[in-house]
Structures are given as C-alpha cells and as structure tokens.
Nanobody, 119 residues
C-alpha cells in the first residue's frame, strides 16, 4: 500500500512558476512509475507527465519545455517543476503511482493540490 500526498499548489500569475511535490509512504516507491495528472473544471483528468522507476520521462505536448518531472527515491518524492505557467494550466493536480507486479496492477492516487493561474 502506497500513500501519496501532494503539496506546492497555490496562486501564481501567468508566466510564473510553481513546484509541486508528491510525497510517498509505504510500499517500494522506487519501483513505481509516478505520474502527475490534472483536472480542470468541466474537463477530464489528463496526464501531464510521468517518470518511470528507471528515470525515463514523458510529457504531454502542452507542457513540453515548461514542466520538468523528477524523482528522489531516497526521499520517496517526485516533483513537478512548472515554469511559464499559463491560465490553461489551472487545475487540480494529482499524483499517481502505479506498477504491474506478478500479474497484478497496483495503482494509487493522492488527493490533489490546486493550481490557480491568474493575474
């Protein structure tokens, strides 16, 4: 069982930066692929970025070049550095950890952190 807690959300002006953190407890966090998702009002949840257990990363086209995902397995933490924020980045951001092990899928979510981009 993995518990995830997001932090770092807040209000930022367009063009500003925020750093989100996802802190994990329980389980072997280093073995999980960890992703950041977001959900804006009235929209479906979408994948923003993910990082595999081996450190490979992938980004949604809408955030490439602006967001960076990283992980610190020693601290059981994954961060999302968000730069050049736009109003369309405003959403609730969720952390997800998942892995497949011996034919069973393990999938955990945090409760989210709110990012508001507004002048």
């Amino acid at each position: 069982q993995v518990q995830l807690v997001e932090s770092g959300g807040g209000l930022v002006q367009p063009g500003g930066s925020l750093r989100l953190s996802c802190a994990a407890s329980g389980g072997s966090f280093r073995l999980y692929t960890v992703g950041w998702y977001r959900q804006a009002p009235g929209k479906q949840r979408e994948l923003v970025a993910y990082i595999t257990s081996g450190g490979s990363t992938n980004y949604a086209d809408s955030v490439k070049g602006r967001f960076t995902i990283s992980r610190d397995n020693a601290k059981n933490m994954v961060a999302l550095q968000m730069n050049s924020l736009k109003p369309e980045d405003m959403a609730v951001y969720y952390c997800n950890a998942n892995r497949d092990f011996l034919g069973k899928k393990y999938d955990y979510w945090g409760k989210g952190t709110v990012v508001t981009v507004s002048s």
